[in-house]
């Protein structure tokens, strides 16, 4: 297969990593890709928001397959279009991809088919908000209904707070339109995991879990961000609590959006608040997480162009089993630049990658780099490099994670210290 994949960070690193080890796989391009994805992909200049240009692309180059790693572009209409010229593609329709680009949509999916999930209301009124703030009382969560990248979420501890908070959204003051329809809930206290599983618009193939760290500092403290670092799989699985998510959430949100008209192809992502042992649902993402990807594809065994293609083709029902997990977990440090996730200097030089490399079980993944003059990598984003690591214990993938991380000379980036300290100390409180 001739594959095609969109997008520019880890997580796209990672899936040209593991695409690349595929057996079905005999040609990658990756658009716009970075300097870590170039080694497994030729990269094209086009950019993840040219939708045309991918599909013209894709048709001249006669591509079997594309593989849309962010969820912009499925919001957009990309994977519609790639149909419409009978393309293959793994990803959502536009329709479908609403379980992502808008909250309410999503919550009035999952409440419809019965689907775990914190009470809720959507507002475009900032009297009807401010009502139901006063009756449900706070702590309380408001929420943008479309894409923020991730920063559309303020959780409140106070009513004064939240009704702020609604105000400065529904104004379009702070997210613009993403904002002037709003989603408010009732706050859930728990331990949250990432769960992933494959769709092709009927049948499901589920994956695994991850635990992902989403404040900047160390102990889960100051401003959110994309995410900090992950692992695999998550501490608080079980047999018993997987076989509940894939049951009460994930299979029947795929049938749920079979039935409304928008079957979902593509990798479903849920995030998930486990409350007293139980799944509850706080929001559906339409792709791989970033950086649980990189712990997913460092454990993951199977041909994964081959199961993409059977997800575009509808056809996951006949590789059941055909995906294998390494029992031992993986561990995903991110580097940042200083100052992220608020201002940050682009275009620093970093070296020594090829030493963290050589440790064993490592990988070092490239989020925003690209190549500067003479084979030099320089940094080109927020979050930079995700250096990850398979041990045979939580720890040891930690221990070797971190000697990589302070392998790598780049004195403008740093890291988090704790990546699965929630998975270390519950080992350390069972001993
Ligand atoms: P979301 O983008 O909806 O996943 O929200 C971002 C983060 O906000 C989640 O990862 C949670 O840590 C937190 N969060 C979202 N909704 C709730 C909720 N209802 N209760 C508690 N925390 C929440
Ligand atoms: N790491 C969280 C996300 O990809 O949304």
């Known amino acids: 297969m001739k594959i095609l994949l969109v997008g520019s960070g880890g997580r ?77 593609v793994f990803g959502p329709s536009k329709a479908a991809a609403q379980l992502e680009g808008s909250k309410g949509f999503m919550k009035d999916l999952v409440k419809k088919y019965n689907i775990p999930t914190a009470a809720y209301g959507r507002f475009t009124d900032l009297e009807e908000a401010k009502a139901f703030i006063h009756v449900t009382g706070a702590p309380i969560v408001v929420k943008t209904d479309g894409l923020a990248a991730g920063k559309g979420v303020i ?23 993403a904002g002037t329809e709003i989603v408010i809930e009732e706050f859930l206290e728990g331990e949250e995991l990432s769960y992933f599983a494959l769709a092709d618009g009927k049948t499901i193939l589920p994956l695994t879990s991850a635990q992902d760290h989403k404040r900047v500092g160390d102990g889960d403290t100051g401003p959110n961000t994309g995410g900090m670092g992950a692992y695999s799989p998550a501490h608080i ?24 008209g928008c079957p979902f192809t593509g990798v479903l992502f849920a995030g998930i608040m486990v409350c007293k042992g139980k799944p509850i649902l706080l929001e559906h993402n339409v792709r791989f997480g970033d950086p649980e990807c990189q712990t997913l594809m460092m454990r993951m065994d199977c041909d994964l162009a081959h199961i993409l293609m059977m997800a575009a083709q509808g056809k996951l029902k006949d590789v059941q089993g055909h995906v294998n997990w390494s029992d031992d977990p993986a561990l995903c440090v991110v ?20 030493k963290a490399n050589e440790i064993e079980g490592v990988y070092v993944f490239h989020a925003g780099t690209k190549a500067g003059e ?58």
């Open 12 to 88: 796209e690193h990672a899936l040209a990593w593991r695409l690349k080890k595929s057996q079905s796989c005999q040609k990658l391009y990756c658009a716009p890709g970075n300097a870590g994805i170039a080694e497994q992909a030729e990269c094209v200049d086009i950019q993840v928001s040219e939708i045309d240009k991918i599909v013209e692309f894709a048709r001249d180059k006669i591509i079997d397959l594309v593989v849309v790693g962010p969820e912009n572009p499925l919001v957009d209409g990309l994977a519609d279009k790639l149909r419409a010229e009978n393309i293959p």
């Open 155 to 177: 959780i409140c501890n106070t009513k004064q707070q939240a009704e702020a908070a609604a105000e400065e959204m529904l104004s379009g003051a702070a997210f613009g339109d």
């Open 237 to 260: 699985m079980t047999e018993e609590l997987e076989q509940e998510i894939l049951d009460k959430i994930i299979q029947p949100t795929i049938d749920g959006m079979k039935a409304e």
């Open 335 to 354: 580097m940042a630049a200083k100052g992220y996730p608020g201002d940050y200097e682009k275009n620093t030089l970093i070296q020594d990658i090829d």
């Open 374 to 431: 003479d084979g030099k990598i320089l940094s080109n984003g927020g979050r930079v490099l995700g250096v990850t690591a398979m041990g045979e214990s939580i720890a040891q993938a930690q221990e070797r994670a971190y000697k990589a991380v302070d392998l790598i000379n780049w004195p403008e980036g740093f890291c988090r210290r704790d990546i699965a300290w929630r998975a270390l100390k519950a080992k350390d409180e069972a001993a």
